[in-house]
């Protein structure tokens, strides 16, 4: 399959491990954001989302928190598994649909 | 599995030729939105298509352009070729405009486009 990202930051972790991924946005007026999830040769899966009236939101494993203050987002991934390894971006909308992503972060996950 | 779906996988096109890219939305969207994706980074977009018109474009030229189907299923067509159009050119579909709309886009698998 494809290589996605070939020189992306990347985040090593030992599966099992809690893994913290991180993401700066700029627009100050995004109020929607989401976590997608790629696997080489594929498309953007969806993780999780948060809107700007939150500041927490948690789903199966994972935790999206935001900090409006700093435009700060972060992924947090409890019990990281070898399928978790990919590579994943944080995505901002301000309204209207268009989503800007960020660069990407590699995740890989040693048994 | 999103239900968006596109073709062709994969595609090779010279310098100067055009091409059509399909993109099928997952089943009761009403909304696509084209991506592209140059390797190592993340997708950026093109344009979206809303009731069969366009509702909104990014920062690419006019020889990007697209139709929406009265079915919702939508083209993206490039004409005129040039070698840094190679990427992955991704689809995805929302539901909008309704009490229940979300603004959620899921993603289709992608057409690699290589231009020589």
């Known amino acids: 399959g494809e290589s996605v990202g070939l020189h992306l930051p990347t985040l090593s972790v030992q599966e099992g491990d809690n893994s913290i991924i991180n993401c700066a946005y700029s627009?100050?007026?995004?109020?929607?954001f989401i976590w997608y999830k790629q696997e080489s040769g594929k498309g953007p899966q969806f993780i999780i989302d948060i809107r700007s009236n939150m500041d927490k939101r948690q789903g199966q494993r994972v935790t999206v928190l935001l900090n409006k203050t700093v435009k700060h987002l972060s992924l947090q991934i409890a019990a990281t598994q070898p399928g978790d390894s990919a590579v994943y971006f944080c995505a901002e909308s301000s309204g209207f649909q268009k989503l800007v992503f960020g660069t990407g972060t590699r995740l890989l996950v040693s048994p | 599995e999103t239900g968006v779906t596109q073709s062709p996988t994969h595609l090779i096109k010279t310098r100067g030729q055009q091409v059509t890219l399909r993109c099928s939305s997952q089943?009761?969207?009403?909304?696509v939105s084209w991506y592209q994706q140059a390797l190592g980074q993340g997708p950026q977009f093109i344009f979206q298509?809303?009731?069969?018109?366009?509702?909104g474009r990014g920062n690419f030229p006019p020889r990007f352009s697209g139709l929406q189907f009265p079915n919702y299923s939508s083209e993206l067509n490039v004409n005129a070729l040039e070698l840094d159009d190679s990427a992955l050119y991704l689809c995805?579909?929302?539901?909008?405009?309704?009490?229940?709309?979300?603004?959620?886009?899921?993603f289709g698998p992608g057409t690699r486009l290589t231009v020589l």
């Open positions: 298509y809303y009731r069969e018109e366009e509702n």
């Open positions: 627009n100050s007026a995004s109020d929607y």
């Open positions: 089943s009761g969207h009403n909304t």
């Open positions: 995805a579909s929302s539901l909008v405009g309704l009490a229940t709309s979300t603004d959620t886009q899921y």
